[in-house]
């Protein structure tokens, strides 16, 4: 059984540009989310996933969006990119959309915005 | 909304000897699942133990432990027999639609 996997793993981007960042779910599992860690935080939970329908946003503004496939992998995209976007953010994948299952989490991309 | 707060930065403790986390936590719901999560240098996040807040019975996963006081809001976090390879970045976290973080709490052993 694979782990959640996230590519890139490294990220440097222009202030204004925009990113696109993947994540392959563990197998079985239907559900994701996204994280945002800056440096020296706890992650910061941007939105999840269930089925390829948003279920769930934190307070993120509309420039982030993301998807979710058939396969359940995810994209999360990022427009207008600002300085503080620069942190790691995290994927995480579960079994099921109920609360007490596990979220298995992938290793993160860095994104640095310069 | 819900929050969650750790009020230790960093924490120590020796090699065997027992170290406990803390967490206190804000919400208006009355069923919900707590978690401890850790962060090794690696950045992936690793699940620790779980509680649910409908059981009373405190949750034990071999060395890890927690006391749980639902009217307090508050959610610790205990480990025993510490070893080197407990040295992590803690985090408590609650689950309602995605997992609200604290802070983090930075771990370490010394041997």
């Known amino acids: 059984e694979t782990g959640v996997t996230q590519s890139p793993t490294h990220l440097i981007k222009t202030r204004g540009q925009q990113v696109t960042l993947r994540c392959s779910s563990q197998?079985?599992?239907?559900?994701v989310s996204w994280y945002q860690q800056a440096l020296g935080q706890g992650p910061q939970f941007i939105f999840q996933y269930y089925r390829e329908e948003e279920n769930g946003r934190g307070n993120f503004p509309p420039r982030f969006s993301g998807l979710q496939f058939p396969n359940y992998s995810s994209e999360l995209n990022v427009n207008a990119l600002e300085l503080d976007d620069s942190a790691l953010y995290l994927c995480?994948?579960?079994?099921?959309?109920?609360?007490?299952?596990?979220?298995?989490f992938g290793q993160g991309t860095r994104l640095t915005v310069v | 909304a819900q929050t969650v707060t750790q009020s230790q930065p960093e924490m120590s403790v020796q090699e065997a000897e027992t170290v406990t986390l803390s967490c206190t936590y804000d919400t208006s719901e009355s069923d919900y699942y707590l978690f401890w999560y850790k962060q090794p240098p690696s950045r992936q996040m690793i699940l620790v133990i779980r509680q649910e807040a409908y059981k009373q019975q405190n949750a034990t996963e071999n060395r890890f432990s927690v006391n749980f006081q639902k009217a307090a809001k508050s959610f610790s976090l205990k480990i025993s027999d510490s070893q080197l390879g407990d040295a992590a970045m803690y985090f408590c976290a609650y689950r309602s639609a995605g997992l609200t973080f604290g802070e983090g709490t930075q771990l370490t052993v010394n041997p």
């Open positions: 995480a994948s579960s079994r099921t959309l109920s609360m007490n299952t596990e979220a298995f």
């Open positions: 197998s079985g599992h239907n559900t």
